[in-house]
């Protein structure tokens, strides 16, 4: 039945990476990217584990754990299987993402849309990149001026402070420390969109 359907595994497009992590990455790890570098002639993402900074979107390894500074593969496709959060089942259609210092995924966090199956931990899932964001001013921001936002995430209305963080420009009138923000990416910047009196 299923040989007119091509697999998803093999229809995915692999990348190398190498795991500048310092430790092991598992299979399905959610990878922050750092940048790329150039071996034999080819291009080859560096990817760690996820930090403090916020990034629009995240990788995932592929079906075989990377020894720390080997050589691997990941995806920025989907749908790929992601390594998840043992503590909550996921559902059709939620929002997973990252948090600081983990190689899995966590709900009700942007950056990933479960699309359902939960197997050894992993979960399919499609990968996206996220140009709106909700925070709270880590200080005054003034107008024309750039600072530090706290990412909050969580089910809506009950938002917690992620430690995650962006710098975001405003060009709007003077917002006052932990403030509630609306983010947005413009031309390769974040910019608040929209602001708490």
């Not at 040989?3 to 595994?9: G, I, K, N, R, W």
């Not at 920025?76 to 043992?86: I, R």
């Not at 359902?116 to 992993?122: C, I, K, M, S, Y």
């Not at 402070?161 to 390769?188: C, E, H, K, P, Y």
Request: proline share 8%.
């Amino acid at each position: 039945m299923f040989e007119l359907y091509s697999h998803p595994l093999p229809s995915i497009r692999w990348l190398v990476c190498r795991n500048d992590a310092g430790e092991e990455i598992p299979a399905g790890a959610v990878l922050h990217i750092n940048g790329v570098t150039f071996v034999e002639g080819h291009s080859v993402l560096t990817v760690t584990k996820p930090g403090s900074a916020w990034q629009r979107r995240y990788a995932v390894s592929g079906p075989w754990p990377i020894p720390a500074g080997a050589y691997g593969s990941c995806t920025l496709d989907g749908p790929v299987w992601a390594w998840c959060d043992p503590q909550t089942t996921p559902q059709p259609g939620q929002s997973w993402g990252v948090k600081p210092g983990e190689w899995r995924l966590f709900p009700h966090r942007p950056g990933f849309t479960v699309l359902g199956g939960l197997v050894h931990q992993r979960v399919l899932v499609l990968p996206q990149t996220v140009d709106q964001l909700l925070g709270k001013t880590d200080g005054t921001l003034g107008k024309g001026a750039s600072g530090m936002v706290s990412l909050w995430f969580g089910p809506a209305g009950s938002e917690t402070d992620s430690s995650l963080d962006v710098i975001a420009w405003n060009r709007f009138a003077t917002v006052a420390a932990g403030r509630w923000v609306g983010l947005m990416w413009i031309q390769g910047a974040w910019y608040l969109n929209a602001a708490e009196c």
